[in-house]
């Protein structure tokens, strides 16, 4: 298409301020972008995404450089039997009765333990006071770890989704993430030493446990894993948490729906990772000349794949700016598996491996949220903004509401 148009800078402040508006740009007129400064060409339609996801082609190759300075070797970079292992080893503790039995209580303890901690004073920032803070909680509870540590994780979990989102470059948010990798290495790779000898029922007694065909994992492979559970783990959630309540309140009428029914979460939750997704970007790396976009990606070349376009493209859903959990054109049925209408957990054989445990985990919180805050209402004075590239999400939400008798 001819346009007298430049590009939208995906690096620019003007694209941090709001995203949405260039996506449509992009999607209608751009829908590949050499970025020069990344290093990158760029995709933004719902049907190139999802094919980078999907064809072969498209590989983790960039992982290499992307992800293992921050977690080490982990499950994303593998491919071939090596990756259907690995997956196979791991994904067991994170779907049905595992999941049910042994993960769910401890998914409700932390929630009500965090609530408890505001429930009684009428008001709270729900970024601050529950989402950050809930899914790094229950992986810590997770894996059979010392609750005292919660602040320590925490803090690696900050640090890391800081080193994976640091497209500028910065050095000291650089220099932060490698620093917390020695750290959590230290850490954990005693920790996963002496549970070996000592199984019991938590996730890193399953994975220290885990074998098939007599392939198990290594130390190394463990503690990459736990790291990667970390942030991925916790940013899906995190985000998505703070972003199905402000959607809500934004919509009063859906709020009521979902009060009374909280069956409709999971439509809800499907919903917010199309129209507000925590991860607008992911990386692959093809490996061959590919055409793409209405143009040609080099062989080796990184491809950024935005999901936060894809999301709202008008070719795939109908009035894709309307939030609207009752939107016939996504499934909250399939939404958390590898046949998912959206794009927030990418596809194919790199689908994620712990959606389900994001899912559960925002049901429960969200459930125990609604029935601690029933007359729920956002601040006053107060706009939700939104900040971030690579993950995007509310800084802070604060609400109010009647305390707790």
Request: aromatic share 8%; hydrophobic share 45%.
């Amino acid at each position: 298409m001819t346009t007298n148009r430049h590009a939208p800078d995906i690096l620019s402040p003007e694209f941090a301020a709001d995203p949405y508006s260039a996506y449509r740009i992009m999607r209608d007129e751009f829908p590949l972008i050499r970025h020069e400064a990344m290093q990158s060409y760029i995709v933004s339609r719902y049907e190139d995404v999802a094919r980078a996801f999907k064809d072969p082609v498209f590989t983790t190759d960039n992982y290499d450089w992307q992800l293992e300075p921050a977690h080490g070797r982990t499950i994303l970079q593998m491919s071939g039997r090596e990756h259907a292992v690995r997956r196979a080893l791991v994904a067991p503790a994170f779907r049905g009765n595992a999941l049910q039995d042994h993960f769910m209580p401890v998914i409700e303890r932390n929630a009500r333990t965090l609530i408890d901690g505001f429930r009684h004073t009428g008001r709270a920032d729900l970024v601050a006071d529950f989402a950050t803070r809930f899914p790094v909680n229950v992986i810590v509870d997770m894996l059979g770890l010392d609750q005292g540590e919660y602040e320590r994780f925490h803090r690696w979990y900050t640090a890391i989704i800081g080193f994976l989102g640091n497209l500028s470059q910065d050095p000291e948010v650089h220099a932060a993430g490698v620093r917390t990798r020695e750290e959590f290495a230290a850490y954990m790779l005693p920790i996963i030493r002496e549970r070996r000898g000592s199984l019991g029922d938590d996730l890193l007694s399953t994975l220290c446990a885990a074998e098939i065909d007599g392939t198990s994992m290594s130390d190394e492979d463990i503690k990459s894993f736990c790291s990667l559970l970390l942030t991925a783990g916790g940013e899906t959630t995190d985000k998505a948490l703070a972003g199905i309540v402000r959607n809500l309140l934004d919509h009063p009428e859906q709020l009521a729906a979902v009060r009374a029914d909280r069956s409709l979460i999971p439509l809800a939750f499907a919903e917010t990772l199309r129209y507000t997704p925590p991860v607008h970007m992911i990386m692959r790396q093809v490996a061959e000349d590919v055409e793409i976009g209405g143009g040609t990606v080099p062989a080796g070349s990184t491809v950024t794949c935005l999901i936060g376009a894809a999301g709202r493209d008008e070719r795939r859903y109908a009035d894709p700016d309307v939030f609207d959990i009752f939107r016939t054109d996504l499934s909250a049925k399939n939404a958390f598996s590898a046949a998912a209408d959206h794009l927030a957990f990418a596809l194919g054989r790199h689908f994620c491996v712990g959606a389900l445990l994001a899912k559960a985990e925002v049901e429960t919180g969200i459930d125990q949220l609604l029935d601690a805050m029933p007359d729920l209402a956002l601040a006053e004075h107060f706009r939700p903004t939104e900040q971030g590239l690579f993950t995007r999400g509310l800084a802070a939400l604060p609400v109010t509401f009647t305390p707790a008798a």
